[in-house]
């Protein structure tokens, strides 16, 4: 009975880990998804170093190298649309369709 209960606290106690873990990277996604959008040239640094760091906050939010290119052109193109709509047909969109499971790995929804 006790081998059991150690095995059950340990499934629990994983299980709960793989929560923190899942919700630790999804604030990781939204962070630098917000990093990105967020960017702006700045007067006075060189040219070449933002193009440097705008790429680099790109590939941090895309994960390039576990994503195959069609899916972050997706993710680019549904995160543009939906920065474009109005809020009622956001969300509305978010309701019908399937947009947001699809992109929720990118960290494009909050």
């Keep these: 009975m ?3 209960v150690k095995v059950l606290i340990q499934a629990i106690a994983a299980q709960q ?13 939204q ?11 700045h007067e006075g640094k060189a040219p070449k170093s933002q193009l440097f760091d705008l790429a680099h906050l790109a590939q941090r939010w ?5 994503h195959q290119p069609e899916k972050i052109l997706e993710v680019l193109v549904t995160d543009q649309y939906m920065r474009g709509l109005l809020l009622a047909l956001c969300a509305w969109v978010i309701a019908v369709t399937d947009v947001p499971e699809r992109a929720r790995e990118f960290g494009v929804f909050h």
């Excluded at 962070?31 to 040239?41: A, G, I």
Aim: no cysteine.
């Design 62 to 66: 895309l994960r390039q190298e576990i």
């Design 2 to 4: 006790e081998d059991i």
């Design 31 to 41: 962070e630098t998804n917000q990093l990105y959008h967020n960017w702006r040239y």
């Design 17 to 29: 880990e793989a929560q923190i873990v899942t919700r630790l990277q999804s604030r990781r996604l």
